[in-house]
């Protein structure tokens, strides 16, 4: 069984501790060793998020926790929206608001044009993130709003990023789409089975 | 301070004797001074956010015992060999607009070089003797208002482990920053009985401490307590910070939870706050007049979150 040391390290360490190698190793049995008892119980509750069965155990040494996950643990909180079995994720990062280089109007309506078409992926169509000059497409006066919120509306995660929102001020003007951050985009590109960037 | 002599003299309203928010000196028969004193390591990466929180929860402690805060001045230990300075003149600008807000005026302030930044302010406030709140004079029957949801020790914890999304923070930051003031002016038209603001000890710490020795106990509905919801969210996948368990462990002797309050909701009661809400204690029938008009002036999220009974003696019953 895997061990992982997190003695003299504060609360949130030991659980992104335990998070990087759960989800590095692919990690179904783990003992994780804290020095005190609130790294327990938060450890525990990371676990018991993950779908893993906890048991608790104490000595001079330290405090552990035994996590146990008879199935590939969940790589994201049991809440997160799954795909469903047998359907391949893809995931569509755009950075810019027109579609390829040369000339502008053209690249601003074959980007509306993408858009509008995307859902034509059906259920394999998983996550649409926005970063960079991509976010202009999200926010108010956008043409595509309609297109976005009709691929919200049939459970589409769309993520727009936020850093990229504050740059250009426009947080207060998104109109769909849930603001992240870098953690959420790359976390999502490591579940993904397919990443298309435009 | 165990052990410790500390002096005293006959002016002294409220001093280290007491568990309270900030001290306060009789000048006259219509004039009270009242001092408090708060600093912090940064709670988010934004310096002058930073600054507007500092700022606003050292000048809580004043607004929680019933006065108008006055004079400031900065506290400031800043790594200097590590740091640019233009960081501290962030954090002093946020200091600075939040006094501006509160009409505070900045009288002086003290640095020294330090491993670690740290920011906060030391305030002078005035009050009239009579007008004092501390934690103490609560009655049977009286209702508990609570100004601000609870959560933020959970969320900055998430800050600091790099798992919360961007709207959180902003959420969050804007709580913590808000000041305590529009909702101690509302409330100063009240009879309050007792006053405090919540800070580290989370509710239930604080809650604990009115009740010591107050000769009765206190009931709360769990479901009225306000709570920001992605607290919840981060507490079940273990962001809580060791502050809680620690209140937990110190007070959970003082409460009992009814089986139906989830673990999750138990540990959220003792998360401890940066900057939090007032909790208000009085009569049962101002309590819904006060909480309307607390809602009126745009403090949305104030709730009557419980009340103060006569027995269990000494106990916090959790619905």
């Known amino acids: ?198 | 301070m165990c052990g410790l002599e500390i002096p005293t003299n006959d002016r002294v309203i409220v001093g280290m004797d007491s568990l309270d928010d900030a001290g306060v000196y009789r000048i006259s028969d219509d004039l009270a001074v009242i001092q408090t004193v708060d600093f912090f390591t940064p709670i988010v990466d934004d310096p002058y956010a930073f600054g507007l929180i500092a700022a606003a929860n050292a000048l809580s402690d004043i607004y929680a015992m019933g006065g108008i805060p006055k004079t400031a001045m900065n506290l400031v230990c800043f790594p200097l060999k590590q740091m640019d300075i233009s960081i501290l003149r962030q954090i002093i600008q946020g200091g600075l607009d939040k006094m501006k807000e509160a009409d505070v005026v900045l009288i002086g302030g003290h640095s020294v070089e330090d491993r670690e930044l740290k920011y906060g302010l030391s305030v002078t406030g005035f009050v009239h003797p009579d007008r004092i709140l501390t934690k103490k004079n609560l009655s049977v029957g009286d209702c508990l208002v609570l100004t601000k949801p609870l959560g933020t020790g959970v969320i900055n914890t998430a800050i600091k482990g790099g798992t919360a999304s961007v709207e959180v923070i902003e959420r969050v930051t804007q709580l913590m920053a808000a000041l305590n003031r529009d909702a101690a002016e509302v409330m100063n038209k009240y009879r309050v009985h007792a006053c405090t603001d919540i800070t580290g000890f989370g509710l239930l710490g604080h809650l604990a401490e009115m009740i010591v020795g107050s000769g009765c106990g206190l009931e709360l509905d769990s479901e009225n307590i306000p709570i920001l919801p992605e607290a919840i969210d981060y507490a079940a996948m273990g962001m809580l910070p060791a502050g809680a368990f620690n209140n937990k462990e110190f007070r959970e002797p003082m409460v009992e939870f009814s089986y139906s309050v989830n673990p999750l909701m138990r540990d959220l009661l003792f998360d401890p706050q940066t900057s939090g809400g007032l909790l208000i204690c009085l009569d049962r029938n101002e309590a819904d007049k006060l909480v309307d008009e607390l809602h009126q002036k745009g403090i949305g999220e104030s709730a009557v979150i419980g009340e103060v009974i006569s027995a269990p003696l000494g106990k916090i019953l959790v619905n």
């Not at chain 1, 895997?2 to 049995?29: F, H, M, W, Y």
């Not at chain 1, 169509?125 to 009709?150: M, T, Y």
């Open chain 1, 1 to 198: 069984m895997k061990e992982i040391d997190a003695r003299g390290l504060a609360c949130p360490a030991p659980v992104l501790q335990s998070k990087s190698a759960i989800e590095a190793e692919q990690l179904n049995t783990v003992r994780v060793v804290v020095d005190n008892q609130a790294a327990q119980q938060n450890v525990k509750r990371f676990l018991e998020s993950r779908g893993f069965e906890i048991a608790l155990e104490k000595d001079t040494d330290g405090y552990y926790v035994i996590g146990r996950c008879d199935e590939t643990p969940l790589t994201e909180p049991e809440a997160a929206p799954a795909a469903e079995a047998g359907q391949t994720k893809i995931m569509v990062m755009i950075a810019t608001d027109r579609l390829g280089y040369g000339d502008d109007e053209l690249g601003l309506k074959l980007m509306t044009n993408f858009i509008r078409t995307l859902k034509e992926m059906g259920p394999d169509l998983w996550r649409l993130v926005f970063v960079n000059n991509g976010v202009k497409l999200a926010i108010q006066n956008s043409e595509v709003i309609p297109d976005l919120k009709e691929l919200e509306d049939n459970r589409l995660q769309i993520l727009v990023c936020g850093t990229c929102l504050t740059h250009f001020d426009l947080l207060e003007h998104k109109q769909v789409g849930e603001t992240t951050n870098m953690l959420d985009i790359v976390t999502a590109m490591q579940l993904a089975d397919k990443v298309i960037n435009i």
